[in-house]
C-alpha cells in the first residue's frame, strides 16, 4: 500500500509552548483522512509541516516518498492547499484568480484560460466570474479557494477547515464537491472541528489531542470504543437535560436509568428518555477529556454530565 | 454543482504534477498580477498625484512669496515635491505587501514550486512604474504653474535616472514595512513615519534656516543630496558631491531593505 501522506514523530514549538509532541499519520494514497481536534489543537500546525509551509523541530514527513524537508520542490509539485482563510486576491474577478493560479502551475495562457472557464462552469460560478471578490458570499469565496486548487489535477489535496463558517447548504455542496474528488482517487487530508463532517467524508478518522495522535480509525472503530449506548433525557420541549453513557450491558442500562431516577428526585423533570448509539461527538468529548468547541453551545450545557467509559 | 471530472486513478500516476516554472515565468505573473491592482486602485492613484499636486500649490501660492518674495520659490520646491511624490507613491507598496502576507494568499503560494519572493518583485516593479508616471504628472503640473527648469536633455534623462533610484530605494524600503507589519492599517503608520524625512530635508526650505541641531540632521540624512542632485541637474545649481552621496545612500538602503526583507519573508513562512 503506498502512502499518501506518512508522517513520524512530528515535533512543534512555539516558544514554550508544545504543539506537536510526536505525532504519527500514515494515509494510504487515494483516501481521504480527517483530522479532528479542538480549536489550538495544532492541526493547521501540522498541515503546514505537511505543506512545507513550516518547519518541524523533529520527526519526519513524506508525502508520496518525498521528504517535506529535504524536498520541498518535489512535494509542492504533489500537493495543494486549500488553507483556513480564503487563499484569494481580492482586486481580482474569480477567472483572473483561476487563470493567475494556471499560468504559475506553468499552464500556457490558451490552457489557463480554458482551464479557468471549465472551473468556472464546474463551481457554480459563471454569474460573478467576472466580478471582483468584494461582493462574493462566503460560500462562493469557498468554492473558488477550491477550485484553485484544482487548476492542475494533483494526487494530495490540503483542505484546513474548508467549510468553517459556512451555512448549511454551501457546506453541502462543498462535500459533493470533495466526495467527487476523492472518487476521482485524490488523496485528501482534511482537518475539521465538525464531527459530522469528519462522519460524512473520511474513510479514516484522527482525533488530535494533546499534541499527539489519540484515537485513529474509521468512524464505526471510533464509535465503538466509547463503548456501548447513550441514555440520553429530555425535557417535553425536547431539551437535552442530561446524556449518560453506557458499557452497552443491561446492567450498564439499568444503572443509566437508576441515575436518571436519582437525579428526578433532584427536580430535573425530564418527559422522554431516549437510548441511542454514540456519536462522533462521544467519542471526541470521551478522548479529548471534554474539551470541545466553545461554538457548539447547546451540548456545552450537558457536557459536564458526560462520564467517559473507556 | 456538476460533478468533477478529474481523471481516475489519480494515486498511480506520477505524471499528475505541478510542472515547476523556469526563468522569470512566476516574476511575469506576479508583475501582471500588480498592474491589474494598481490600475483598479483608482483612489491610491489618485492620491499619489493629487497630494503632491495639492502641496505643490500650497507652497508656491500661498507660502511661496513669504518665503521668496522675488517669486522664484516654484523653481526651488518642485524638486522637493518630486520626491514627496515618489515617497508617497512607493508607501503604498506597503500596504499591498502586507496585504499579501496576512492573507492567506501567500500560503498558496509558498506550498507551489516557485519562487513565492516574486510576488514581492511584483509589487516593487509596479510600483517603479507607477510612481514615474506619477512624478511625470506632477511635474507636467509643475511646468504649468511656473516651474522653468534650465536642464538638456541628458540632464533630464539623469534627474529621471535619480528620481527612478529614489523611488525603488523607498518601494523596497516599504516593501520591508510591509513584511515586517503585523496588518496593512500598522503597515500605512509605521510608513507615514518616513513620509516626514522630505520635510526636514532642503526639499522645502535651505537648510542653513533650521536650527542649528535640526541642520546637522538634514544635512546627514540620505534625502537632501537626492533633492540637491535633482535641483543640480534640474535647475544648474552646484552639484558638489551630492550626486555620488545620493546614489551611495540609496543603493545601502536598497541592500539593506533588500536583506532583511528576505530574512522576514523567510521568518514569516507558516506563521500567519
Redesign the interface.
Given at each position: 500500500m503506498?502512502l499518501?501522506i506518512d508522517a513520524r514523530g512530528l515535533r512543534k514549538a512555539f516558544g514554550r509552548t508544545e504543539v506537536l509532541a510526536g505525532l504519527d499519520l500514515a494515509v494510504p494514497?487515494?483516501s481521504v483522512f480527517a483530522l479532528l481536534g479542538p480549536n489550538g489543537a495544532g492541526k493547521t500546525t501540522t498541515i503546514?509541516?505537511l505543506?512545507?509551509?513550516?518547519?518541524s523541530d523533529g520527526g519526519t514527513a513524506r508525502i508520496l516518498g518525498h521528504d517535506v524537508a529535504r524536498e520541498p520542490?518535489e512535494v509542492?509539485?504533489?500537493?495543494?492547499?486549500t488553507?483556513?482563510?480564503?487563499?484569494?486576491?481580492?482586486?481580482?474577478t474569480a477567472r483572473?484568480n483561476l487563470v493567475?493560479?494556471g499560468?504559475?502551475?506553468?499552464l500556457s495562457r490558451r490552457d489557463a484560460r480554458r482551464r479557468a472557464a471549465e472551473l468556472v462552469?464546474?463551481?457554480?460560478l459563471e454569474r460573478a466570474a467576472d466580478r471582483?471578490l468584494g461582493t462574493y458570499s462566503g460560500g462562493m469565496r469557498r468554492r473558488l479557494d477550491l477550485a484553485?486548487s484544482?487548476v492542475?489535477?494533483?494526487?494530495v489535496l490540503f483542505l484546513d477547515e474548508p467549510t468553517t463558517g459556512l451555512d448549511t447548504r454551501s457546506r453541502q455542496?462543498l462535500w459533493?464537491?470533495i466526495r467527487?474528488?476523492a472518487e476521482?482517487?485524490?488523496?485528501i487530508f482534511l482537518t475539521t472541528q465538525y464531527l459530522e463532517e469528519a462522519d460524512r467524508l473520511a474513510d479514516r478518522i484522527a482525533v488530535l489531542d494533546g499534541g499527539r495522535i489519540a484515537a485513529e480509525g474509521t468512524a464505526d472503530e471510533l464509535k465503538a470504543r466509547v463503548g456501548g449506548d447513550v441514555v440520553e433525557l429530555r425535557d417535553a420541549d425536547g431539551v437535552l437535560l442530561r446524556e449518560l453513557p453506557t458499557d452497552g450491558s443491561v446492567h450498564g442500562l439499568r444503572a443509566a436509568i437508576d441515575e436518571l431516577d436519582r437525579s428526578a428526585h433532584d427536580g430535573v423533570d425530564g418527559r422522554q428518555v431516549t437510548i441511542r448509539r454514540p456519536s462522533l461527538d462521544d467519542v471526541f468529548l470521551a478522548i479529548t477529556g471534554g474539551d470541545r468547541d466553545p461554538r457548539d453551545a447547546d451540548r456545552e450545557a450537558s457536557a459536564p454530565e458526560l462520564i467517559a467509559t473507556n | 454543482m456538476t460533478t468533477l471530472t478529474a481523471p481516475p486513478a489519480v494515486v498511480a500516476r506520477d505524471d499528475l504534477r505541478r510542472p515547476r516554472l523556469r526563468g522569470f515565468a512566476a516574476e511575469r505573473v506576479f508583475v501582471t498580477r500588480s498592474f491589474i491592482h494598481t490600475i483598479r486602485d483608482v483612489d491610491t492613484m489618485m492620491m499619489a498625484v493629487l497630494l503632491p499636486t495639492m502641496l505643490m500649490l500650497m507652497f508656491t501660492y500661498i507660502f511661496g512669496n513669504a518665503i521668496d518674495p522675488s517669486g522664484g520659490y516654484v523653481d526651488y520646491v518642485v524638486p522637493g515635491i518630486i520626491l514627496l511624490c515618489a515617497g508617497f507613491g512607493a508607501s503604498s507598496t506597503a500596504i499591498s505587501v502586507s496585504r499579501d502576507m496576512t492573507t492567506g494568499i501567500i500560503d498558496r503560494f509558498r506550498t507551489m514550486p516557485l519562487r513565492s519572493g516574486a510576488v514581492l518583485t511584483g509589487h516593487v516593479a509596479v510600483s517603479l512604474v507607477r510612481n514615474l508616471v506619477a512624478t511625470a504628472i506632477v511635474i507636467g503640473v509643475a511646468l504649468l504653474v511656473g516651474f522653468r527648469p534650465s536642464a538638456t536633455p541628458l540632464e533630464w534623462v539623469a534627474a529621471f535616472g535619480m528620481v527612478a533610484l529614489y523611488i525603488l530605494t523607498m518601494t523596497y524600503l516599504f516593501a520591508a514595512i510591509g513584511l515586517a507589519a503585523p496588518s496593512p492599517e500598522a503597515a500605512s503608520g509605521y510608513g507615514f513615519i518616513l513620509l516626514f524625512l522630505p520635510y526636514v530635508s532642503s526639499a522645502f526650505v535651505p537648510v542653513d534656516t533650521m536650527p542649528e541641531w535640526l541642520q546637522w540632521i538634514a544635512e546627514n540624512q540620505p534625502i537632501t543630496p537626492v533633492i540637491e542632485t535633482i535641483r543640480s541637474l534640474l535647475m544648474g545649481t552646484p552639484q558638489g558631491d551630492s550626486g555620488w552621496w545620493a546614489v551611495g545612500w540609496c543603493v545601502a538602503i536598497i541592500a539593506i531593505a533588500a536583506a532583511w526583507g528576505a530574512w522576514l519573508f523567510r521568518r514569516k513562512a507558516g506563521r500567519r
Open positions: 503506498q499518501a494514497a487515494g503546514n509541516i505543506t512545507t509551509l513550516a518547519k520542490g509542492q509539485q504533489r500537493i495543494a492547499l488553507g483556513q482563510a480564503a487563499a484569494v486576491d481580492e482586486a481580482l483572473e493567475m493560479m499560468r504559475l502551475s506553468g462552469a464546474r463551481f457554480d471582483r484553485l484544482l492542475v489535477p494533483v494526487p455542496d459533493a464537491v467527487s474528488l476521482a482517487g485524490t488523496t | -
